[in-house]
């Protein structure tokens, strides 16, 4: 299967670069290409040292500036989606940086694909960073269609002072079309985790599996 994988990193997330390659690149189908999209300074620190051996190519959307803003990652996730979308690529896998994989994370895409072959996005539920909250339902481990990519932009939203995020607006809205036409899974499908800014590694158990669509 033919994919890329992309990432947008801002400098609060620096910390997850050892564990999310080798994560990534320990995956039994590795992808084409890896996109990172970040300021020049991140990326040169974000790839330092890593050894892979996929090609890693720096993509910085114009008004990314690095950090955790929603101008910055609304622009940089604007920026990917419109160079998936003249690609030749017609899957991409869009993983927060933080998310570590599981190895057989694509065969088990492929397992769905198969069974639902006009399937148009799998976005699976992972662990939060927040205490307070168990899920997190942004597109932090996704396998995107270009057809669906070629739908609607990335945007962002300021209502009574309040940035509204860029991920969250484009998931609201894509999940409009969604019914047995122009399907959209949304749910627990793949066991991934997520790495803290402490160091913890955080996972759902098996409760909480259990609970989850």
Partial sequence: MRYVCVTLVGGHK???KELFFKYLLALNNLPNEIWVASTERIF???TEKIDSPVPILHIQGSSDTGDDRIHSTTSARETLRQRIVESNYDWSLWLDNDILVPPDLVEKFQ???RRQPDLLMINAFHPARQDDTKVRHGLGSSFISKE??????FTMATIREKDLGDDYIWKMVISQFSNR???IYSGYYFNVKHLTSDGRIKEFDEDIKRQLP
């Fill in 14 to 16: 620096l910390y997850s």
């Fill in 44 to 46: 040169k620190e974000f």
């Fill in 111 to 113: 397992t769905i694909l």
């Fill in 148 to 153: 669906l990519l070629q739908a609607y932009p």
């Fill in 181 to 183: 036409d122009l399907p």
